[in-house]
């Protein structure tokens, strides 16, 4: 009873933000996302006569994640009807702080190797939607390249999954640097600040009535490869994301100077004829979208800016391995 498994984290260029069901994670709009090759995490997951659980992440007892992550374990072992012990033991491959969402590779990760090794066989679907109720980012992180968080509208989640829209082949010119800004650890978690958003915000009403056109505009940006309208619509959703974080009471500010000084640089590119685009998730790290042809003079000047960078293109799913971490 025994299987490890390895998912990459992903990028939202859509973000999730804002939950309808706490219990079951179900948002108030879809989302979509890259999958970044080869920042992963590796997991492995043995249900066996043990006392009790134990889980390790990144060599370390009981990290910051220990309740969803234990939480996620005793869910997939009611499902596959069992009651032993679990050991897993789990290892990223890119710094935490770069605010790549680890929970989302994490969880992932977790979700297939636990459920192959309690026995259960499920769909590429019913994975999404096991590793959604982890997190929900997690969600995105088990199917390949570029994919869409299916928001759903039932009550009890069964239509709330994430799928591939388009496959890492379709568009392998495709880049994100992810820019570590600051390696201070978040005031508030994703988790918290989304819920005190939807509380508090007046905005968040306005966040969710441009959501189902960004949705389309990010479809045909990708299906059509079409540059230029992905990146502006992904840096205007993150920035309007933004708007009902900063517009909560009380507010909540994730930027850092140095994340102003990159979001700065980065118009001023643009207006050079230098085209990429910046987006930012619950924290201050810039992530900047680019293609392959830009990279080398992004770096170069982005090398002013920033000491730690982390270049990732569109990636596989989550997948099973023989490799096992014990
Ligand atoms: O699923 P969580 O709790 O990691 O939330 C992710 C929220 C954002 O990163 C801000 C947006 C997103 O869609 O990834």
């Known amino acids: 009873m025994k299987a490890t498994a390895v998912a990459n984290a992903n990028i939202a260029l859509v973000k999730y933000w804002g939950k309808r069901n706490k219990e079951l994670i179900l948002p108030f709009n879809s989302s979509i996302s890259m999958v970044c090759d080869g920042l992963h995490t590796k997991t492995t997951v043995e249900f066996g006569d043990y006392d009790e659980d134990s889980i390790k992440i990144n060599n370390e007892e009981l990290q910051k994640d220990e309740k969803d992550v234990l939480g996620h374990v005793e869910r997939i072992r009611k499902i596959a009807g069992i009651n032993k012990k679990a050991k897993v ?23 297939l190797a636990a459920s192959k090794a309690a026995g259960l066989d499920l769909s590429e679907r019913e994975l999404t939607m096991l590793a959604r109720q982890g997190s929900g980012s997690a969600s995105r992180s088990i199917s390949e390249g570029f994919g869409i968080w299916n928001k759903g509208e039932k009550e009890d989640g069964t239509d709330s999954f994430a799928e591939t829209i388009a496959p890492k082949a379709h568009w392998p010119e495709f880049r994100m640097i992810a820019c570590i800004v600051s390696e201070a650890k978040k005031a508030t978690s994703s988790r918290a600040g989304m819920s005190q958003t939807v509380k508090t915000s007046p905005y968040y009403e306005g966040w969710l009535k441009t959501i189902d056109q960004d949705i389309e505009n990010m479809k045909e940006g990708i299906k059509k490869k079409d540059f230029t309208l992905v990146g502006s619509t992904a840096e205007a959703n993150a920035l309007k994301m933004h708007a009902t974080m900063i517009t909560t009471d009380p507010s909540i500010i994730y930027w850092a100077p140095g994340t102003m000084e990159i979001m700065h640089s980065i118009l001023q590119w643009r207006e050079e004829g230098l085209e990429s685009y910046f987006t930012m998730d619950a924290g201050p790290q810039v992530k900047i979208l680019c293609l392959e042809k830009d990279l080398e003079e992004i770096q170069k000047r982005l090398s002013n800016l920033v000491k730690k960078t982390i270049v990732c293109k569109p990636g596989d799913g989550a997948r099973l391995t023989e490799d096992h971490l014990f």
Do not use: D, K
């Open 89 to 111: 033991i789990s290892e990223a491959n890119f710094p935490v702080a770069a605010g790549l969402a680890s929970s989302a590779s994490g969880l992932a990760a977790l979700t």
